[in-house]
């Protein structure tokens, strides 16, 4: 979240038929973020989810804000958070959660800040569904990977791959990812083998194929 000018993040896991739960965060203003809008049922987390866009909230003392969110906005205020904005976690028609960001003043995203915002949802998304999420909305797997080192395996396998196969880098990915959930494996564990060099791709398989174990270097 460097990039990003805001100080902290959680992400909770949320359903339309179960209750919802906070995963992780940050700090303890984000661990109260998360637990104040699934307790008051009110909030950008809970739109976002409700909704299935991002709501950015540049700055929680401002008259509509406040209105919008009676209860959430001052206790966010008094929690230490002035600027908040969730991101719903979607995959397709899959949607098991949301991200939050918060900032301690006034901010608003600009549009670069904002990809780099939802990009962060995406591998969120990833790292959430890869944690295998029970009906109840915990995580059977324990707490959530970095997010930092998760992407950078994902993103050097893919690379690999794309080397292998004489594919683009979407592609390769999709290879993987197709490959991960064929095996019932988590999608960062194979990405790991590609990078130690224990699975190989090899350039004439049919893309459900099963890859070489233990393959030479691409």
């Known amino acids: 979240m460097a990039a990003l000018p805001v100080v902290g993040a959680g992400v909770s896991a949320m359903s339309r ?12 203003v984000s661990e109260q973020l ?69 900032a301690r003043v006034p901010v608003r995203l600009n549009a670069e800040e904002l990809a ?32 930092g080192a998760y992407r950078a395996e994902i993103d ?6 794309t080397v292998q196969l004489g594919v683009g880098i979407e592609e390769a990915f999709v290879r993987l990812r197709s490959h991960a959930y064929a095996q019932g494996r988590r999608l960062g ?6 990078v130690a060099r224990r699975l190989r791709f090899p350039p004439d398989a049919e893309p459900d194929a099963e890859p070489d174990q233990a393959g030479e270097d691409p």
């Open 34 to 102: 998360e637990e104040l809008q699934l307790t008051l049922g009110e909030g950008p987390c809970v739109d976002a989810f409700l909704h299935g866009s991002a709501v950015l909230a540049p700055d929680l003392l401002t008259c509509d804000l406040q209105d919008r969110w009676m209860v959430f906005a001052e206790a966010a205020l008094e929690a230490g958070a002035r600027a908040v904005f969730a991101l719903p976690l979607q995959m397709g028609a899959i949607s098991p959660g949301v991200l939050d960001l918060y």
């Open 17 to 28: 038929t179960a209750p919802s739960h906070p995963l992780c965060s940050t700090d303890s």
């Open 189 to 194: 564990d194979v990405a790991a083998d590609v």
């Open 116 to 147: 780099d915002a939802l990009a962060f949802a995406d591998l969120a998304t990833l790292v959430l569904l890869d944690a295998r999420i029970d009906e109840t909305g915990g995580p059977r797997d324990g707490p959530v990977e970095d997010l």
């Open 156 to 161: 050097q396998a893919s690379g690999m791959i």
